[in-house]
């Protein structure tokens, strides 16, 4: 599997992404998409979640379950290595195309995949944070669509997202399990007054979100787990920076050098606009 560049898959469904909906994103940094999973899809993941967080198998652990950040975040990252049913939810769905499009991109590669649980229980908010300033990259561009596999509310860990954040540029990266306070480090107060979004989705929709669009999620007050599914793109040609990942140590990457090969694989191409 990992020998070889994928390029998208054929015969894959078509969910249509709006004129609006474009606009929408490009202004404000995200937007709502509903029902990208047809009900058989949705049913399929919450199967493969379920027995990857039962077994233990799959995937890059990013804590041990206990701990004062699996409390904000209980965290799979890149499942598409190791599960089918993930690598034909990354490859398959029409998701990477629907990036381009928002974006306005010529081409995407995949960043990576995870898995994001808000256990029930002792869980605590995830604050608001930007996500490009984690990421070892040195283009700005790249962009995550959160799939609920959940209905999402307020109650159990809803996305939201402060409308036009991602002009902001990049602010130092939020320490998740003590953070500090993102407003205080924008310039000039260039938000205040701007009212946060609450996406309140149903099983089988997404958000789209840029990545310095700051976003916000809070704890799962209800009895039973909230589970979401992420694939971050990037745009093609996307450099590295030279800092610490997870998913680039050890790979040998040279800073200024495309994040590219089998393990970034292309997803989606066509014109950029």
Same mark, same amino acid.
Request: net charge negative; aromatic share 8%.
């Given at each position: ?129 930007? !996500? ?6 040195? +283009? $700005?561009? &790249? ?5 609920? =596999?959940?209905?999402?509310? #307020? ?93 680039? !140590? ?6 200024? +050098? $495309?994040? &590219? ?5 292309? =997803?989606?191409?066509?014109? #950029?606009?």
């Amino acid at each position: 599997m990992r020998g070889r560049e994928w390029v998208p898959m054929a015969g894959r469904q078509s969910v249509p992404v709006s004129e609006p909906q474009v606009q929408f994103y490009r202004e404000n940094g995200f937007v709502q998409v509903d029902d990208v999973l047809t009900p058989g899809q949705l049913a399929e993941l919450r199967r493969e979640i379920d027995e990857i967080y039962r077994t233990g198998v799959g995937g890059i652990h990013t804590s041990d379950g206990r701990s004062a950040y699996a409390k904000v975040l209980d965290q799979r990252v890149n499942l598409w290595r190791d599960s089918a049913v993930m690598r034909e939810f990354v490859f398959g769905a029409p998701l990477a195309e629907l990036a381009r499009r928002l974006a306005g991109l010529r081409a995407v590669r995949l960043w990576h995949d995870q898995a994001l649980l808000k256990q029930p229980g002792d869980s605590r908010p995830t604050p608001w944070h930007q !996500d490009l300033p984690y990421w070892p990259m040195r +283009e $700005p561009g &790249a962009l995550s669509v959160w799939v609920a =596999l959940d209905d999402v509310d #307020a109650l159990n860990g809803a996305m939201s997202f402060i409308p036009g954040s991602h002009r902001v540029g990049a602010l130092p990266g939020i320490n998740l399990v003590n953070p500090q306070d993102i407003f205080a480090m924008v310039p000039g107060g260039a938000l205040a007054g701007t009212r946060p979004v609450t996406a309140h989705l149903r099983a089988g929709s997404c958000t789209f979100h840029n990545g310095l669009t700051f976003h916000y999620a809070g704890a799962n007050q209800t009895d039973r787990p909230r589970r979401a599914m992420v694939v971050i793109y990037m745009p093609d040609g996307t450099t590295y920076n030279g800092k610490g990942h997870i998913c680039t !140590d050890g790979l040998g990457l040279i800073p200024g +050098e $495309p994040i &590219a090969g089998d393990l970034f694989p292309l =997803l989606a191409e066509g014109s #950029a606009d």
